[in-house]
């Protein structure tokens, strides 16, 4: 049984900590083993944990004869990079608040290509998405926006820009969804998706935001016209989580994230976002580690193949 808890507490919080203590391959792979396994490898045949290492690094299972290794199975299957390299992207991703695009990761690491530092990113991105976890509760906002480039449509506008909706709880958590419209039912499925039944909503009084689309919960609406001036933005915190992540996607990404991509730098957005209150960075670091080995192999051919835009309501 692995106490991920425990392995979160211990994780270096600085960069001179984790240097200091994943030094080599022997140290990040010792790490892997701890956090895939525990004390020692299983067998993915037998559930066996008695093994022979071999001089390739990799286990042999003594009951059944199946050969392993730390990455099989995970989204660094089959890499030949070392894995201190990995660990360090790993850190360099989920420490910089604003994320880290693949033209710095590429200098950083020396990468002779983009498309690797590319691909390493995006299987780094696609563990930041927890299928598990809790919708957002209490007392929460929810609104609209729009990310991207210059549009001649005033107010809402469809052309060049991608929709996204937010909800945030206030100073708490978010979710950001890049939506395919913004009819009834993708309101309602975003909401359904990411708010428990038992929160209370705030809005900006736009018309798909009704029981229509929030059902039952208790909905407040702070109507925004031009001659009226609030004080203190009722929907702030959901203003706040969207106009961060406009910042990296100008400021990192410099604007060029397709939109078939979209929601795997929204998911990478709200992973940061969601932990900015944690103590240490590396702890940050240390649920992306967790999350990388409870995820299944991903191939660049895949990513490319398979991102699409609105990827949360595919299957709504
Ligand atoms: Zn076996």
């Known amino acids: 049984m692995v106490d991920f808890e425990a392995i979160w507490r211990d994780f270096p919080q600085t960069l001179a900590e984790f240097e200091e203590i994943f030094p080599d391959e022997a140290a990040c792979r010792s790490f892997l083993i701890k956090l895939r396994w525990g004390d020692a490898p299983m067998c ?23 050969q392993t290794s730390v990455t099989a199975g995970t989204p660094l299957h089959g890499t030949r990079k070392p894995l201190k390299m990995w660990f360090r992207a790993i850190w360099e991703m989920t420490t910089h608040k604003g994320g880290i695009s693949a033209k710095d990761l590429q200098r950083i690491m020396g990468f002779g290509s ?46 060049t820009k991608a929709l996204v909706f937010v909800a945030a709880e206030v100073n708490g958590r978010v979710r950001i969804e890049h939506a395919p419209s913004l009819e009834i039912k993708s309101v309602k499925a975003f909401v359904d998706r990411n708010l428990k039944a038992s929160s209370e909503i705030t809005t900006d009084g736009w018309v798909s935001f009704s029981s229509k689309s929030l059902g039952e919960r208790p909905h407040c609406q702070h109507f925004q016209e031009k001659k009226r001036h609030f004080d203190v933005d009722p929907i702030q915190s959901a203003h706040f989580a969207l106009s961060l992540f406009k910042r990296c996607w100008i400021g990192t990404y410099h604007g060029a994230i397709s939109w078939k991509h979209l929601q795997l730098y929204l998911d990478e957005f709200e992973f940061r976002f969601n932990r900015r209150k944690t103590k240490g960075v590396g702890r940050i670091a240390a649920r992306l580690f967790q999350s990388l080995v409870q995820n299944p192999p991903i191939t660049y051919a895949s990513i490319v193949a398979s991102s699409r835009p609105c990827l949360r309501f595919e299957n709504p």
């Open 44 to 66: 993915l045949r037998c559930d066996s944990q008695s093994f022979w290492e071999l001089s390739n690094g990799r286990f042999e299972c003594s009951s059944c004869g199946r």
């Open 114 to 159: 983009y498309k690797t530092a590319w691909s390493w990113l995006h299987k780094l991105r696609r563990c930041a998405f927890d299928s598990s976890r809790e919708p957002l509760d209490g007392p929460a906002q929810v609104d609209d926006g729009y990310i991207g480039g210059r549009s001649r449509q005033p107010g809402r506008p469809k052309d």
